[in-house]
């Protein structure tokens, strides 16, 4: 287990990355890379399994208390427990104002996310090889695969609770791999301002519901929320694991086809965009076109510094 000041240490480590977590095109595992903890979290994740968590359980019975602590310990719990509480107070803090903003000033809001999103992938295709054939193929697999669905999913898949649970899976890679976001992943499929603002209603309705004023948006949200995390466990058992099987086995090529998903991910800003103008029977004005761009601009600076800050480590450096 781990001390207080420790704890403390590591909560606050958590809550940066989930301040980048919460907005698409930075990545929590580049802050997790650049705070020192990234090995830890990767060995904490992927320690996660069936086996370990049947010995916790197992721990209910007085005898086998023994083997559900060494379990946890496994586990390294204390971490975990320590990382994960950070990174969701500083979701759930930065998403209700990501929510406001969505909806007072969209342009503007996705015109830092497209910056956010063009500088992450200039910055990291600049550590990645094309040099081979193959990984050209892949580059072009991944940009296809990103812009297609980037143009698709906003409109078309909508946001039944199947979907929430495949998104939630999905999403979890983002704790794998430093360059690549959980929230840009989101943005891609669709269901970014879907589960910023139910995320928001459902502590709005939490904070409701201790208070005595009713439980309706609780239970309006509490389904999506739920499916979604159910989503995010079944990932840590598949999805995060089958990409680091993908890294261990072709680790080029895998690191060339996961950047080549952020470039193609450039429409999605976009098309919400659009989408944003559309419902409101406007269209693009001279006027937005200057906002989307400044604002794009002052992203892709806050992603150049965060670069330097880290020393210039990328997704390439980890082996």
Known sequence: ???L???VGIYLRGLCMGAADAVPGVSGGTIALITGIYERLIAAITAVEPSRLRRILAGLDSANRADAVDALRELDVGFLLAVGAGILTAVVTILRVVSVLLDVAPVGTYGFFFGLIGASAAVLYSEVSLA??????VAAAGVF???SLSGYAPTAIGTSLPIVFVAGAIAVTAMVLPGVSGSLLLLMLGQYDYMSTTLSTFTDGLIAAVRGNGTVALRETAPSIVVFLLGGIVGLFTVAHAVQWALAHYRKATLVFLVSLIVGA?????VQIGIELTEAGRGWTPELIGLFVAVAIFGAAVVVGIDRLAGGVGVGDQS
């Open 132 to 137: 081979t054939r193959g990984r050209k193929i």
């Open 145 to 147: 695969l990103a812009f």
């Open 266 to 270: 450039l429409r999605a800003p976009v």
């Open 1 to 3: 287990m781990i001390t």
């Open 5 to 7: 000041r420790a704890f």
